[in-house]
């Protein structure tokens, strides 16, 4: 049974930094691309940040470039997203997800993607 365990969300002020992990079992994602996307209350799931596999390219939202990186390590099935400089309006519950098997979708196509966790909730203070 393929699963995906986000951790690391939490409360911290505006200007402040937060690292979440994704963590899977189940199978590997070495050959896939793995990717965050959040969902903010009364809002519209949005990309954020992908991976297309180990030593791939990364995609980010317009929003978040230069400020969240996205990172994998393969040892340990993990990716990461590391968020620096938080505004409120990152305030969200941040999801991973993963490919169950490589496709033509966009990559920040939500439907590219099988696999999901269940969030973490981010909240940035002002």
């Known amino acids: 049974q393929v699963q995906l365990v986000e951790s690391g969300g939490g409360l911290v002020q505006a200007g402040g930094s937060l690292k979440l992990s994704c963590a899977a079992s189940?199978?590997?994602?070495?050959?896939?691309?793995m990717g965050w996307f959040r969902q903010a209350p009364g809002k519209e799931r949005e990309f954020v940040a992908a991976k297309t596999r180990i030593g791939g390219n990364t995609i980010y939202a317009d929003f978040v470039k230069g400020r969240f990186t996205i990172s994998r390590d393969n040892a340990k099935n993990t990716v990461y997203l590391q968020m620096n400089s938080l505004k409120p309006e990152d305030t969200a519950v941040y999801s991973c997800?993963?490919?169950?098997?490589?496709?033509?979708?966009?990559?920040?196509?939500?439907?590219?993607?099988?696999?999901w966790g269940q969030g973490t909730q981010v909240t940035v203070s002002s």
């Open positions: 189940g199978r590997t994602f070495s050959s896939n691309a």
């Open positions: 997800a993963a490919e169950e098997s490589r496709n033509s979708r966009s990559y920040s196509d939500y439907a590219r993607y099988g696999y």
